[in-house]
């Protein structure tokens, strides 16, 4: 599961998972998916009225359209910004359709922006785990922001997704997709990673919490979002040799994914960590 457009280093350079109209279309299924937990974390790390937040690798904008509607108000401004011209332009038409009058969104990389003023926050979400130096980016970012503000990451560990009892082709799907975004250079365990990123960019110990789709729900919307995500992948995982398109057999895995947890009576689990801390003055 990933968020972001932006990726390479710490640069946006080529995000393994693409731009695609299925892609765009998955990242907001995966918005309404988290949208809770983003929300929760989001409150808990102090955003509220009237604050001016920045949104790295925005993808189609469901993070700024939280932010615009429930959080900020029509007294805050949020901007999105994003390596995608594509993922910008769906995220736009979706703000227009809103009514939402307080968000912009820039086509930009990320390590590379500058701003005109300071925001009060820095977030992202699902965007470090496609990175390779992620300490470096959010290093930069801190230049955007004014003494004081708050930076807020949510990044998944892929490798705690877990289902009681065990589902076979899930765990296969899930370390197909891990093993694909470590060898491009990403870290699945990125949530876990999140103390040392905002240490090593220089910002204090951050609060953390770990939270969690549970879902047991055989018209889950996860079982699509996998396999849209291994169809995208598919040919990165070919090429590193972690799986052929005949043992994916990706037409075929979303309803698979949902007869297996069906079959099994499955509870499975999907842990995000949040992290955020203030910006020393």
């Known amino acids: 599961m990933s968020e972001a457009s932006d990726g390479g280093s710490a640069t946006a350079g080529d995000y393994t998972l693409g731009h695609s109209a299925p892609e765009l279309e998955r990242l907001i299924q995966q918005g309404r998916f988290l949208g809770d937990l983003t929300e929760h974390l989001l409150r808990l790390a102090g955003l509220g009225p009237g604050m001016h937040v920045l949104d790295v690798g925005c993808g189609t904008g469901d993070v700024c359209l939280l932010l615009a509607g429930r959080l900020v108000g029509p007294e ?34 990320a390590a590379e922006l500058t701003l005109d003023q300071p925001v009060d926050a820095v ?15 959010v290093r930069r970012l801190l230049s955007n922001l004014r003494p004081g503000g708050v930076v807020v990451f949510q990044e998944p560990d892929l490798t705690t997704v877990r289902a009681e009892p065990p589902c076979p082709l899930l765990e296969a799907t899930i370390d197909r997709i891990a093993g694909t975004i470590a060898r ?3 870290n699945p365990r990125s949530g876990l990673r999140l103390r040392t990123t905002f240490m090593e960019a220089g910002l204090p110990a951050p609060r953390m919490i770990l939270e969690g789709r549970v879902d047991s729900e055989g018209e889950s919307p996860v079982w699509s979002m996998l396999a849209q995500q291994t169809r995208t992948l598919l040919p990165v995982m070919e090429r590193f040799g972690l799986a052929t398109a005949e043992e994916v057999d990706v037409e075929t895995l979303a309803a698979r994914l949902r007869e297996e947890a069906t079959a099994l009576d499955a509870v499975q689990v999907f842990p995000f960590v949040g992290a955020w801390a203030c910006r020393q003055a």
């Open 184 to 186: 491009a250079g990403g």
């Open 123 to 137: 977030v992202g979400r699902l965007v470090l785990t496609h990175l390779t130096q992620p300490a470096a980016l």
């Open 76 to 109: 805050g401004a949020v901007t999105g910004v994003d390596v995608s011209a594509e993922a910008i332009a769906v995220a736009r038409e979706r703000t227009r359709s809103g009514g939402l009058a307080n968000v912009e969104f820039i086509v930009a990389d």
